[in-house]
Every structure is written in structure tokens, then in C-alpha cells.
């Protein structure tokens, strides 16, 4: 159980394009999602976090007009990376947390590279 | 942002022998979270604290969460390749939307 899925698992696009990546938990449903950025061998930085039906909440220093989250289900997600860059470059992560529950349960995470 | 503080940042050992591994942070957490990450993959769930002093194994695994609920502890008995990865701790932010900050990462090789 607890499965989270991440799609796509690899993009790459161009400078200037817009990408969406999906999260869906499969087998429970999620009130909460997280959104995380890692790079390379660095750990993982929260960005985001969204409950169903409502606006997502912003770290300090992620900018909401560029990384736009959508949680429009119990079992789905979106992160839009609006007008990406080479510095957009990244591993991003989405995990998942049930209500009661504080363990979060990761996707495999999709690897965007921005040329 | 905030993290977590863990050490060592890597460790090389042998297949067999045993791990630890510590995480520490200035602030109190009331859940501590152990993650693993293999390359390309998201973090896998190990172990989840919930009290402090809590002694807690899965397997080979096993972590405590400290009394003061600044630091918790990792260990792995008996090693094996696939032990191979990054460990990250994680506490769990009382915010109400259960936000993790995790920790800095150690990275194991285990050389058969």
C-alpha cells in the first residue's frame, strides 16, 4: 500500500517552454501533497505544499507565478514549471501524506532538464 | 531553509560489519522520520518515531528518537550491498500540515 506514482519520470525541454508533472497516489487518498526540489547531492527542499481543493502553500524563496501547483483531486497533483530555464534544472519529488498520518510517502520523482 | 544536521556525511565500510548514523537539529521535533534514497528513486520510508527514548527495529534497522527530541540515531546491523544509498532523517513540523525538514544526508557504500 501507500504508492505514489510520478509522471513523467524524465523530461527535457527547452528554454522559455512550460512542463507539467503529475502526482497521483494510488491505492489511498491524499489530503495533503509536497512538493520538493533536490539537486545533485544535495537533500530535498520543500517547495510547496497543497490540500485538495485550495490554494498551495509557498516556501519562502519559490516563486508561485512560476511554479504553478494544482491539487485538484484526492489522487492528483500538478507541478507546472511555467517559463523554465537551465536553472529550473532538477530532480523534483512529490510525496503524499494521508489525514492522521505523518508519514509522507514519496514518488520516484522526475528528472527535468531545461536546454 | 532549515535542516537537519546528520553525520557522518559518508561512511565506506565493509559487507557485514555495522552502521551508524546520527541526526541532530536545534529544534524539537515530536516525530522523527529515517528515509532511504536510492540513485534516481524517491526516499523510502524505514522507521517513523513517535515518542521520545522510543526504541524502534525493522529488520536490520533499527533507530531511537532521543530523549531531548533533538537528535535520533540509525543504526544498521549486518550490512549488505544493497545497503547501499543515501539515509536521510526527517522531523515532522507541528504545523498542521505535518511539513518534514530533513536532514543534510549520509551516503553509505558497502563494498562486498
Known amino acids: 500500500g501507500a504508492v505514489v506514482s510520478q509522471h513523467p519520470s524524465w523530461v527535457i525541454c527547452k528554454s522559455g517552454t512550460s512542463v507539467k508533472i503529475e502526482c497521483r497516489s494510488l491505492?489511498?487518498?491524499?489530503?495533503?501533497m509536497f512538493w520538493y526540489r533536490q539537486f545533485p547531492k544535495q537533500s530535498l527542499m520543500l517547495m510547496a505544499t497543497?490540500?485538495?481543493?485550495?490554494?498551495?502553500?509557498?516556501e519562502q524563496g519559490v516563486e508561485k507565478d512560476k511554479f504553478l501547483i494544482n491539487h485538484a483531486s484526492l489522487t492528483l497533483s500538478t507541478l507546472t514549471v511555467t517559463s523554465a530555464h537551465p536553472e529550473d534544472s532538477s530532480f523534483y519529488i512529490c510525496?503524499?501524506?494521508?489525514?492522521?498520518?505523518?508519514?509522507?510517502?514519496f514518488g520516484p520523482g522526475t528528472r527535468l532538464t531545461v536546454t | 531553509g532549515q535542516q537537519l544536521n546528520q553525520s557522518p556525511q559518508s561512511m565506506f565500510i565493509q559487507e557485514g560489519e555495522d552502521v551508524s548514523m546520527n541526526c541532530t537539529s536545534s529544534s524539537i521535533f515530536n516525530t522523527w522520520l529515517w528515509y532511504k534514497q536510492d540513485p534516481g528513486e524517491g526516499p523510502v520510508l524505514l522507521i517513523a518515531l513517535y515518542k521520545a527514548g522510543e526504541l524502534t527495529s525493522n529488520g536490520r534497522l533499527t533507530a531511537q528518537f532521543g530523549i531531548t527530541r533533538k537528535d535520533s540515531f540509525l543504526n544498521i546491523s549486518a550490512s549488505i550491498p544493497s545497503d547501499v544509498g543515501i539515509y536521510f532523517c526527517?522531523?515532522?513540523?507541528?504545523?498542521?500540515?505535518?511539513?518534514?525538514?530533513f536532514g543534510t544526508g549520509t551516503r553509505l557504500l558497502v563494498s562486498p
Open positions: 491505492d489511498f487518498q491524499a489530503t495533503t
Open positions: 497543497s490540500n485538495e481543493g485550495s490554494k498551495a502553500t509557498y
Open positions: 510525496s503524499a501524506t494521508s489525514a492522521f498520518s505523518y508519514e509522507q510517502y
Open positions: 526527517a522531523g515532522v513540523m507541528n504545523t498542521g500540515f505535518q511539513k518534514l525538514v
